[in-house]
């Protein structure tokens, strides 16, 4: 049975929207990994207000995780358009900090209004952008019923 115009359209994907937003979180992961592999002292003061001090090296292993997240996300904005799946797995990706950043306000001991603001965005930004990916993974091709 032929579906409706306003249904197809409806079902479209904009590529470029999905590029663009697999972009902005590259680069937002990568420049994470800059500051804490290189400077961070920076990342302790803009947070925290404290100086560096990190013994168990937390911070470090935390950046190394967003590193994974960038290295994940490229390999998907090169590879998505002919298999869809990345799509799904960087949703999940986005999904598993959902909580991360609000339990680190919670147990922080000293955090700037900088470091709350940020953090406590990040859940519901990796959240949205989560759903983003799982539904841009839908509408990237035809729905299961319709596969042979």
């Known amino acids: 049975m032929p579906r409706e115009p306003a249904l197809e359209r409806h079902r479209m994907i904009n590529k470029k929207v999905v590029d663009g937003v697999l972009v902005v979180l590259i680069l ?7 500051v804490i592999f290189f400077s961070p002292e920076t990342w302790f003061h803009v947070m925290h207000g404290t100086p560096y001090i990190d013994p168990a090296g937390l911070l470090r292993r935390t950046a190394a995780g967003w590193a994974a997240f960038a290295l994940w996300q ?16 960087v949703a999940g990706i986005r999904w598993t900090e959902i909580f991360a950043d609000w339990t680190y ?19 519901p930004i990796n959240l949205i952008s989560g759903w983003f ?3 841009s993974y839908f509408k990237a091709g035809p729905p299961d019923s319709d596969r042979t």
Do not use: C, N
């Not at 937002?28 to 800059?34: A, G, M, S």
């Open 133 to 135: 990916f799982y539904r």
């Open 28 to 34: 937002l992961d990568v420049f994470y990994d800059i």
């Open 74 to 89: 490229t390999v998907a904005l090169i590879r998505w358009k002919e298999h869809r799946h990345w799509l799904m797995l």
């Open 105 to 123: 306000v919670y147990f922080a001991q000293s955090i700037t209004p900088m470091g709350r603001l940020g953090l406590l965005a990040a859940g």
